[in-house]
């Protein structure tokens, strides 16, 4: 049995700057944490992938030491250390250092989650993308750039990256050829196919057309003209329709044998969960993947067995058919100063307690989205069905779908979705009321735990 199971592109969130409630087109990460509810967060992507066990436990006992324990992983396979003060980040980034975890700095270049050693690629894409992070990162270009501009180096295989947010997006057609996609003002689109030399190229001249727009400017803004006269020397071709997601759960080959994928519930674990996998598997190496995956590699079979239990045992998520994908949350209380409800356990809660309730309301590659509050911090942006209900007082949880009930189901009439919806609604609102800021646990693994 191989791994993953695909959610619809249009269920993706923006991004995971929003989670937390930070201001809208700042990115936190090690070197400049960001304000939360609970402290400063830092943001991570690890710079050469890979990660040994030692250098996830060290990170994990970091972590714990310098900020509250809580370790998310993002929709973009980065690391989310929260309860951080001005000094403990400082004493967190030399310590990742220390035990060689080196963040990725300067411009955002994302490469694919098995990149070199998936058998499904067609080529190996790290050398593109630290060119192009390479002449960027310390140009005078860098600091004209936006903190949200972003590059993706897709070389295919099993975690395609179609599913991400990027300005300028390159997919391998061959081992040599790429092609370059471009999403323009109103909504243009143009892909030019080229080798690497000539796309690495282009690809700096449109990072240098958005800089010209201003430090807010996106690849939306830029006009069709400009960017058919940077490609000029490119082969027009039609773009590649974007592939959903792939939740990064389950069993994938690589060259060197099968990963195992795991996520945490709702995106967070902790310290003490980390360091225990990590004691467990000493010597697998591990790499995070976009959709909040975990991936542990170099497992015989007998060890992949007793991964099994033991991710069991620390509430990760290792099935597709595991309720817990089926819900989104944002940081919620207590992590975020304006929650009205603790997101997390509320979303442990409905799956542990309610599934027949959950299953029936939101089917599979369908996500519910619980808030703290209005403002919706990391829902679907796109195609949603918006079930905003107040549950409580003075609490508002936003509930999305990513498509309407008999759109995806057209054996269930409209009528039965929404009777479905009805009751969701009324688990909700016992729960919200049970969930409200001030009688809200705390949103660790040990809440979160419950299995299929
Ligand atoms: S409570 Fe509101 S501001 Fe805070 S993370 Fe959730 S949606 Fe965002």
Redesign the pocket.
């Known amino acids: 049995m191989t791994g993953g199971s695909r959610l619809p592109t249009d269920a993706r969130p923006d991004d995971g700057c929003?989670?937390?409630?930070w201001r809208r087109g700042a990115c936190p990460s090690l070197a400049t944490p960001m304000q939360t509810?609970d402290g400063l967060l830092a943001r991570l992507t690890p710079r050469d992938g890979d990660l040994s066990m030692a250098q996830l436990a060290a990170l994990a006992e970091a972590a714990a030491r310098h900020g509250n324990g809580l370790i998310e992983i993002t929709m973009r396979g980065a690391v989310q250390i929260r309860g951080l003060t001005t000094a403990s980040a400082e004493a967190l980034a030399m310590d990742a250092a220390a035990s060689g975890v080196m963040a990725r700095q300067g411009l955002a270049v994302d490469v694919n989650a098995l990149a070199g050693v998936d058998p499904l690629e067609r080529c190996d894409p790290r050398p593109l993308a630290a060119r192009i992070a390479g002449a960027v990162n310390g140009s005078a270009l860098a600091p004209l750039l936006g903190p949200k501009v972003s590059v993706t180096v897709d070389s295919g295989g099993q975690f395609g990256l179609s599913a991400l947010k990027a300005d300028i997006r390159l997919l391998a057609v061959d081992a040599s050829r790429w092609a370059m996609m471009l999403s323009l003002a109103t909504g243009t689109r143009r892909a030019f196919r080229g080798d690497e030399t000539a796309i690495a190229s282009a690809a700096l001249d449109m990072l240098a057309a958005i800089a010209a727009l201003g430090p807010d400017a996106r690849m939306r803004d830029v006009a069709a003209e400009i960017a058919d006269g940077v490609c000029a020397g490119l082969v027009p071709v039609d773009p590649v329709p974007a592939q959903p997601a792939i939740i990064p759960v389950g069993i994938f080959p690589t060259v060197h044998g099968p990963a195992i994928g795991l996520t945490p519930p709702f995106g967070a674990t902790d310290s003490v969960a980390l360091r225990q996998l990590a004691a467990a598997f000493p010597q697998a190496p591990v790499r995070f993947a976009p959709e909040r995956g975990l991936l542990l590699m170099g497992l015989d079979a007998a060890a992949q067995t007793r991964l099994r239990q033991i991710a069991d045992d620390l509430g990760f998520i290792r099935r597709a058919d595991d309720l817990r994908l089926r819900i989104s949350v944002?940081?919620?209380?207590p992590?975020?100063?304006?929650?009205?409800v603790a997101?997390r356990p509320l979303a442990a809660d409905l799956a542990r307690d309610h599934r027949a309730t959950l299953d029936a309301a939101v089917a599979p590659g369908q996500q519910l989205h619980v808030?703290?509050?209005?403002?919706?911090?990391?829902a679907p942006s796109r195609n949603v069905t918006p079930l905003d209900m107040p549950v409580g007082a003075a609490v508002v949880t936003?509930v999305f779908a990513s498509h309407p009930h008999a759109e995806r189901d057209r054996a269930l009439t409209l009528e039965t979705a929404s009777a479905h919806l009805s009751q969701l609604s009324r688990v909700l609102h016992i729960l919200g009321a049970r969930h409200t800021r001030g009688d809200a646990p705390d949103p660790t693994p040990d809440a979160l735990k419950n299995r299929p």
Do not use: D, E, H, Y
């Open positions: 929003q989670n937390g409630g509810g944002c940081a919620g209380a992590l975020c100063a304006s929650a009205a997101t808030s703290g509050c209005g403002k919706r911090c990391g936003g």
